[in-house]
C-alpha cells in the first residue's frame, strides 16, 4: 500500500522561502514519476511541478526561476523549495506519486495523493 504525507507549510512573509517535504512509501521512485499540486481557495487544483524518474522536471510558468523540484531517493521524500514567495502562492499544497510522467504534463495523475499542508504567505 503506497502512503504519502506532506509536510513543511507554514505562514512566511512575501520574499521568505519554505520546503516542502513529501515521505512516501510503498513505491520506488526508480520507475514512478513524482508531483507537487497546489489549490487555492475556489481555484482549480493545478500542477506546480514534476519530477520523471529520469530526473526530468516540469514547472508551472508561474514559479519557474523560483521554485525546485527534487527527490531523495535514499530517505523516499520528494521535495518542492519555494523562493521569492508571493501572497498568490498561498494555497494547499500536494504531493502524488506513482503517475506517468506524461499524466503530470498533460493530463491527471491516478497516483497516490498525500493529505496536503497549508502554505500562507503574507504581503
Known amino acids: 500500500q503506497v502512503q504519502v504525507a506532506e509536510s513543511g507549510g507554514g505562514l512566511v512573509q512575501a520574499g521568505g522561502s519554505l520546503r516542502l517535504s513529501c515521505a512516501y512509501s510503498?513505491?520506488?521512485?526508480?520507475?514512478?514519476?513524482m508531483g507537487w499540486y497546489r489549490q487555492a481557495p475556489g481555484r482549480q487544483r493545478e500542477l506546480v511541478a514534476a519530477?520523471?524518474?529520469?530526473?526530468?522536471?516540469n514547472y508551472a510558468d508561474s514559479v519557474k526561476g523560483r521554485f525546485s523540484i527534487s527527490r531523495d531517493e535514499a530517505k523516499d521524500t520528494l521535495y518542492l523549495q519555494m523562493n521569492s514567495l508571493k501572497p498568490e502562492d498561498t494555497a494547499v499544497y500536494y504531493c502524488?506519486?506513482?503517475?506517468?510522467?506524461?499524466?503530470?504534463?498533460?493530463?491527471?495523475?491516478?497516483?497516490?495523493w498525500g493529505q496536503g499542508t497549508q502554505v500562507t504567505v503574507s504581503s
Open positions: 502524488n506519486v506513482g503517475s506517468r510522467y506524461s499524466d503530470y504534463i498533460y493530463g491527471e495523475p491516478n497516483g497516490s
Open positions: 519530477i520523471s524518474s529520469g530526473g526530468t522536471t
Open positions: 510503498g513505491i520506488h521512485f526508480s520507475s514512478n514519476a
